[in-house]
């Protein structure tokens, strides 16, 4: 079984469009959490970190639910430049684990 | 930019060579992690150095070694090159080891003929 699973897409969503990825984790003692963007061949950029209380920042919101060893990402009001792989990681304390991310691509 | 840089960007090698892959970790940093990135894949932890020692190592065969300088820049080294070696290699470093969170240099892709 995979340390992080996410669901590859694609999503194709139109401009102004809200859409949230979701990311499952396997490993009940993982410390801390983080969505990261890829855009096409080039490197993964930290989006945000993810909190248990949830953190939001602007049209980007990010929620941990621990019981169900579940993240998610909510993209609000998307826009043509949010297009790009987004990654979810898991940090068990000494090692991050990357999901295979999620294609997200906005439509005029 | 997050200051963290990685030579060479490209290179290519055939099947059994030797290559050298190195990074500059961002300024503050004392600790940097080494992944392969297949096409359609997220990185693979390959291992991370902490203060010139090994802190953790991902599943990759002892073909596949590391080193920190005292000025907590990094080589990837990997022997024996197979085909799967064909990858980019990203770098990431981060403030300390554990939690903090990583920033990645631009990579190196590596194609293996």
């Known amino acids: 079984r995979k340390e992080v699973e996410q669901d590859p897409g694609p999503f194709n969503v139109p401009e102004g469009a809200t859409v949230a990825f979701n990311c499952t984790y396997s490993n009940s003692a993982s410390q801390s959490f983080f969505w990261y963007r890829q855009d096409c061949r080039k490197e993964p950029k930290l989006l945000m970190s993810?909190?248990?209380s949830g953190n939001e920042d602007g049209r980007f919101t990010a929620q941990l639910n621990r019981a169900s060893q579940y993240i998610s990402l909510l993209i609000r009001d998307s826009k043509l430049s949010d297009s790009a792989t987004y990654l979810c990681v898991v940090n068990t304390g000494n090692q991050f684990y990357f999901g295979t991310g999620t294609s997200l691509t906005v439509i005029p | 930019e997050t200051g963290v840089t990685q030579s060479p960007t490209h290179l290519i090698k055939t099947r059994g060579q030797q290559v050298t892959l190195r990074c500059s970790s961002q300024?503050?940093?004392?600790?940097v992690s080494w992944y392969q990135q297949a096409l359609g894949q997220g990185p693979q932890f390959i291992f991370q150095y902490y203060r010139e020692e090994e802190n953790g190592r991902g599943n990759f065969p002892p073909r596949f070694s590391g080193l920190q300088f005292p000025n907590y820049s990094s080589e990837l080294n990997v022997n024996a090159l197979e085909l799967d070696d064909s990858a980019l290699y990203l770098c990431?470093?981060?403030?300390?080891?554990?939690?903090?969170?990583?920033?990645f240099g631009p990579g190196t892709r590596l194609l293996v003929l």
């Open positions: 990431a470093s981060s403030r300390d080891r554990g939690q903090e969170t990583q920033y």
């Open positions: 993810v909190y248990s």
């Open positions: 300024s503050g940093h004392n600790t």
